[in-house]
């Protein structure tokens, strides 16, 4: 997909209404919604042990090999309003992040971002003894979030309607909300934007160079 960047390109909001959207993240949303709506047919996503069963996150078990939880968990959700919350969130960051950066560099940051997000909440864990069954697509699209950011400060300040200034008080706003509540996983947020904003550095060229992907 050929990608080029002019002052005409469409925001993130009339792309979700004109189409058509980047079919890897939609891909990604679509493989979320199915393992939430399979898993809530069988059981409820509320229950930590139910969770914890189909592969959440949980320091221990993982401490005792079974890393495959730290990429697992990444596709599971507590609930309608987290899953739902984290696909609206991603369904306009990932679109415009996937068509700057080309679709198989944003299936590596999205991964990649979401998995440094796992690990230092991993690392937290080990730290501080909270051994707290975990899951969400959140680290990973905090990385979306930090890519995007890494853009904006490349392209000196501003992508299509979006501002650096703006993204960044957005960043800062939801990990201070998730300071303030319980249950958040502040520590898959901040390693996510970190991962991702590294990864987006790798990858992403010189400002204004097309792209094939």
Known sequence: MQQSYGNDSPDALERIFQGPLNWVNLLIIGLNIIVFAAMELIGTTED????????AAYTPYILDGEWYRLITSMFLHFGMSHILNN????LFMGDMLEGI??????????????????LLSLYM????????V???ASGAVFA?????????????GRVQQMSASRLLFVIILTIYYGFQSTGVDNAAHIGGVLGGALLTLIFYRSPRQDFTA
Request: hydrophobic content about 50%; glycine content about 18%.
């Open 125 to 132: 864990d080990c730290r501080t003894g909270s051994m707290a």
């Open 134 to 136: 975990s899951a969400g």
């Open 144 to 156: 979306v979030i930090g890519g995007i950011f890494i853009v904006l400060i490349k392209n000196r």
């Open 87 to 90: 696909m609206i969130l991603l």
């Open 48 to 55: 930590a042990s139910f969770m914890l069963e189909w592969g």
């Open 101 to 118: 950066i080309g679709k198989w560099r944003y299936l590596l940051i999205y991964l990649g971002g979401g998995l440094a997000g796992n």
